[in-house]
């Protein structure tokens, strides 16, 4: 079994800041992409950012210039860091990331969400 944990999300006014890490525990071979999806509610679950093995990111255009991914290869970990907060980010933020695992003697790659974390936006 391979788990995400999320944590860092929180109340914070417009303007203010936060920060999202996601660690991955378990079999792990390797995780490949990793990546932020947020959801607000009543719509779709969106891409906030992506992140390769290799630490290329790709963001959504809403949030390009206040939001920064990034990872740690050796903890298996995925960070956000979030500037200059706006009333629509508030959402649910998951964690997703690619994994390479051991199933029994079986190597499978698996898609894998954390649980989420609110992240609300207001004064």
């Known amino acids: 079994q391979v788990q995400l944990v999320e944590s860092g999300g929180g109340l914070v006014q417009p303007g203010g800041s936060l920060r999202l890490s996601c660690a991955a525990s378990?079999?792990?071979?390797?995780?490949?992409?990793m990546g932020w999806y947020h959801q607000a509610p009543g719509k779709q679950r969106e891409l906030v950012a992506s992140?390769?093995?290799?630490?290329?990111?790709n963001y959504a255009d809403t949030v390009k210039g206040r939001f920064t991914i990034s990872r740690d290869n050796a903890k298996n970990t995925v960070y956000l860091q979030m500037n200059s907060l706006k009333p629509e980010d508030t959402a649910v933020y998951y964690c997703?990331?690619?994994?390479?695992?051991?199933?029994?003697?079986?190597?499978?790659?698996?898609?894998?969400w954390g649980q989420g974390t609110q992240v609300s936006v207001s004064s």
């Open positions: 997703n990331a690619g994994v390479v695992t051991l199933q029994g003697v079986r190597v499978s790659d698996l898609q894998v």
């Open positions: 378990g079999i792990i071979v390797r995780i490949n992409d």
């Open positions: 992140i390769t093995r290799s630490g290329s990111p």
